[in-house]
């Protein structure tokens, strides 16, 4: 609560100084955050506790009148958005859809599926993910079929979580979740031979959005980049030597 009262705080600090300079109506303010906090199950994960973030926007061109939107947006979304509404054209390489067609009414939504991925934190735990309404897949790479504990900050839950086995705790390298019966995702249904069909287009949705991008993991493990200093993949925190 304190934490949502301070961050109110100072979004309403810049939007009555906006106000009060005359530009609030020529101002479009978004206000977003990156990955989940550092609990475990959250920060480095690729559920929704992981990937999901706000999205909050003010200003011209629709931004306005307190409206919800549950449609499935990505923050790669945000640049064409931009030009979608200063009608300037987006360069060829731009990846993510406009937004406008939700913010106009019309279309419910502007992504069939999202994607999500994540190679290196504090250590290496290379991970892909595509999600729809319906379903989330996750895919993990490498050999390693428990947790990398040095991606998650230290904290009182995580001391619990280490000391009833989690470093010790498999982790499978597919999972396959209904959104809708299971949101918090924790009933993995690779093995439900019901879910075969979806399974595999799950599968292939993931396999032709890398092969489209050219994902590192798809060639073998991902050396570090130059110059980085990572954490042993065994270790239990990002605190400990590099």
Known sequence: QSSARRLDTGIGIVLDQLQASGLADETLVI???DHG?????????LTDYGIGVMLIMRGPGGFGGGKVCDAMVSQIDIFPTLCDLL???????LQGRSMMPLIRGESEEINEQIFAEVTYHAAYEPQRAVRTQRWKYIRRFGKRGTPVLPNTDDSPGKEVWVEHG???RPVASEQLYDLVFDPTESDNLTGVEEC???LHDMRARLDQWMVATNDPP???DVPAP?????NDAAGVSPEEPT
């Open 196 to 198: 075969n069909g979806i």
């Open 87 to 93: 009608d300037v054209d987006p360069a060829s390489w």
């Open 31 to 33: 206000c977003t955050t």
């Open 226 to 230: 130059p110059g980085t200093r990572v």
């Open 218 to 220: 798809l060639q073998g």
């Open 166 to 168: 989690w470093r010790e």
């Open 37 to 45: 906090i550092a609990f475990p199950g959250m920060k480095c994960t």
